[in-house]
């Protein structure tokens, strides 16, 4: 049997509109969702907007509890890696302080290896030191994006999560970005699991892709299989839509 990551089962969780008082009305968003992430592999999550992909991204991450089911990690928790990197990396601090930040609150690590560790990291996203007195808005779209990677894999995670990573990037940069996450993968152990509605990008980068319709996944398999013998006909629209 494959090492696994990360295993979804029958999970099922939504929404009270009265918050985490969990009063109101309920609307449940995922529903009886059963998946692996194995070990090395980068799993695509597809769907429209508004089917369930983030929600399930948030339960993973422990965000939202599940009402059914359960999730097992099988390392330590996942990191997160979001689409718009602006809003997720303060603007107030330098590049520098935004990645040691993670190491200072584990506690583990002296300010030299902290300063090390973030500038092997800068390394192997492919910034220059520069980069580091530099704050978020000084920077690039993509630049910032691999500022974002840096910092969810600072404290060397096995796995992340990439919620739609690339989609605010222009082709040639979105290129250079599934570039590095193969590269990381490799150089780093990690899996994935890459959320995203371009099924264009996810033919380019996943091993195996999930299909999601109204909370539901309706299709799963290895990219091959779902892209050229489609089951679902759900699947079929989202395949002549993307072309």
Known sequence: ??????????????????????????????????????????????????????????????MVKPDKGQVIHYTKRPQMVFQDPYSSLNPAYTVGWILEEPLRIFGKYSAPERKRRVREMLDRVELPEECLSARPEELSGG???????????????????????????????????LKLLKT?????????????????VVYQLCDRVLVMKSGRIVEQGPVEQI????????TRHLLAAAE
């Open 1 to 62: 049997m494959e090492e696994l990551v990360l295993s979804v089962q029958h999970v099922t969780s939504g929404y009270y509109s009265g918050g985490f008082l969990r009063r109101g009305t309920y609307q449940e968003v995922l529903h009886d969702v059963t998946f692996e992430v194995r070990h090395g592999e980068i799993l695509g999550l597809v769907g429209e907007s508004g089917t369930g992909k983030s929600t399930l991204a948030k339960t993973i991450l422990g």
């Open 143 to 177: 630049q910032r994006q691999r500022v974002s990677i840096a910092t969810a894999l600072i404290q060397r995670p096995r796995f992340l999560i990439a919620d739609e990573p690339v989609s605010a990037l222009d082709v040639t940069i979105q290129a250079q970005i």
């Open 184 to 200: 990381l993968r490799n150089e780093l152990d990690l899996s994935y699991l890459f959320i995203s509605h371009d099924l264009n």
């Open 227 to 234: 892209f050229d013998h489609p089951q679902a006909e759900y």
